[in-house]
């Protein structure tokens, strides 16, 4: 119990000396200081620990892989300093749920808390960190997915007359639940930068370099290389192409069915020994 309370105290005392220090900076124009309650109380007085202790530094490595991962789920707005307030806010996450378990810890006299808050601080960040690999993996996935039905059906109009750009904003337009597909989405944006007059071959670059698929990169290369033959050629080269394109996509779904399924068995387990209880139970009794 004294050992929460000195831990809590410790831990809570040194995040308000932060944020006042943070404070006083951002009054003095150091720039710390701001608006909003989550930068003023957590993003900056935790960025500003991360920068002083030197730990981003010696996190280089992790960080350039984390923002590689983020500036593909978030685009190119996304800067190196959002990386770093993410950190920070992840850092934030375990440093507070050490600081809640330890006073919960202290005021019930329950040491094991104490441990368990020590525990969800090493958990939570490593959760969140992994978080970004699991959502860039799922959306990569769901590009894939999508594809080869994109590249049937523009295969289709070039076949029926329509040119390139058109085709692709028709591949594009979709009413149904596959509306919001990340693929999809990428497409709407090369239309609307050839509207907004960018050519049509700097659209693709950006396209391939936004997705970061190699599936997609291959697909933007064939268009790029032979949108300006048109017709046969390109339907032949982007038929050629779907092969590879549909044996992956069947292998991205066979993946997904069978973590579906080993996602399956724990609950699986745990409605087998319910069931094992229940009927066992009174045979138990009527035994004693």
Not at 1 to 20: D, E, P, Y
Not at 77 to 85: A, D, F, R
Not at 181 to 194: M, S
């Amino acid at each position: 119990m004294v050992l929460s309370n000195v831990i809590g105290c410790v831990l809570s005392i040194a995040w308000l000396a932060v944020v006042i220090y943070c404070d006083r900076q951002g009054n003095g124009g150091g720039g710390c200081r701001s608006k909003e309650p989550i930068d003023r109380l957590v993003r900056a007085p935790f960025l500003f620990l991360l920068q002083r202790s030197g730990i981003l530094d010696r996190m280089g490595p992790l960080t350039a892989s984390l923002h590689s991962k983020l500036f593909i789920l978030h685009g190119s707005s996304w800067s190196l300093h959002s990386t770093n307030s993410y950190i920070a806010v992840v850092a934030a996450a375990g440093y507070g749920a050490v600081c809640g378990a330890a006073w919960l810890s202290a005021l019930s006299g329950e040491q094991a808390l104490l441990y368990i808050g020590l525990l969800l601080g090493i958990v939570i960040p490593a959760a969140k960190w992994r978080d970004a690999t699991t959502k860039v993996e799922k959306r990569r996935q769901d590009m894939l997915l999508l594809l080869p039905e994109v590249m049937s059906k523009l295969m289709l109009l070039i076949g029926a007359g329509e040119n390139i750009q058109r085709a692709l904003l028709r591949c594009a337009e979709r009413r149904d639940e596959k509306a919001n597909q990340p693929l999809l989405i990428e497409l709407r944006k090369v239309n609307e930068a050839v509207r907004n007059g960018e050519s049509f071959a700097a659209a693709l670059e950006l396209l391939s370099r936004r997705c970061a698929v190699q599936e997609v990169s291959l697909f933007t290369t064939t268009l790029l290389l032979n949108y300006r033959r048109g017709g046969d050629k390109l339907a032949l080269s982007l038929k050629e192409l779907s092969y590879s394109i549909w044996e992956k996509r069947k292998a991205v779904a066979r993946a997904r069915g069978e973590e579906a399924s080993s996602k399956l068995v724990f609950p699986l387990v745990g409605i087998f020994f319910i069931l094992m209880t229940l009927v066992a139970s009174p045979a138990i009794l009527l035994i004693r």
